[in-house]
T-cell receptor, first 116, second 112 residues
Framework: SAVISQKPSRDICQRGTSLTIQCQVD?????MFWYRQQPGQSLTLIAT?????????ESGFVIDKFPISRPNLTFSTLTVSNLSPEDSSIYLC?????????????FGPGTRLTVL | RKEVEQDPGPFNVPEGATVAFNCTYS??????FFWYRQDCRKEPKLLMS???SGNEDGRFTAQLNRASQYISLLIRDSKLSDSATYLC?????????????FGSGTRLSIRP
């Protein structure tokens, strides 16, 4: 399976600032995704990062708050803007592997964000 | 009602025991099913896909019951290292992550 790295692994940020998270994959992948996992909760999909076009956002998530870049098939960034304590969470990128409909997802190690 | 529901646990069982979890899903159009494992402060990792005919991987057996809309995970001869949260994942559509729904997880703790 693909090897996925994320930077930073954790950060503590002040309210009102922004954090950009990087996700690097060791192979070219078509589909890259960004998830949020709030404390004690399961994963929620934020958006699908599309190469060469704008990201596709899920209900409740908007581009102004979570701008995403996908400059090539191995890299994506997620920015969490205008931070508030409610943004404290783990942010995970993932890739989808397999050409069949039963695609399986593999996750990066996550970025733990704490907003003060 | 959540689209994918799991008993949050925790399940606390002795080493060597057999333990089973169920996960129910509400969308009958769901196409594919998975079990993921998540250790504390780690990312989820795919444990196994769940096929209609059921599948086994070592001590782990997964089954799908489409009629009753649930999937199950059975762990035999449990080890201390099996302690983790097990996430049920359901894909409502074809090749689209926006249709993937994660359950909230079942916590399993294996005691010596």
């Amino acid at each position: 399976s693909a090897v996925i790295s994320q930077k930073p692994s954790r950060d503590i940020c002040q309210r009102g600032t922004s954090l950009t998270i990087q996700c690097q994959v060791d192979s070219q992948v078509t589909m890259m995704f960004w998830y949020r996992q709030q404390p004690g909760q399961s994963l929620t999909l934020i958006a699908t990062a599309n190469q060469g076009s704008e990201a596709t956002y899920e209900s409740g998530f908007v581009i102004d708050k979570f701008p995403i870049s996908r400059p090539n098939l191995t890299f994506s960034t997620l920015t969490v803007s205008n931070l508030s304590p409610e943004d404290s969470s783990i942010y995970l990128c993932s890739v989808e592997e397999g050409a069949t409909r039963a695609n399986e997802q593999f996750f990066g190690p996550g970025t733990r964000l704490t907003v003060l | 009602r959540k689209e994918v529901e799991q008993d949050p646990g925790p399940f606390n069982v002795p080493e060597g025991a057999t333990v089973a979890f169920n996960c129910t899903y509400s969308n009958s159009a769901s196409q594919s099913f998975f079990w993921y494992r998540q250790d504390c402060r780690k990312e989820p990792k795919l444990l196994m896909s769940v096929y209609s005919s059921g599948n086994e991987d070592g001590r782990f057996t997964a089954q799908l019951n489409r009629a009753s809309q649930y999937i199950s995970l059975l762990i035999r001869d449990s080890k201390l290292s099996d302690s983790a949260t097990y996430l049920c994942v359901v894909n409502r559509g074809y090749s689209s992550a926006s249709k993937i729904i994660f359950g909230s997880g079942t916590r399993l703790s294996i005691r010596p």
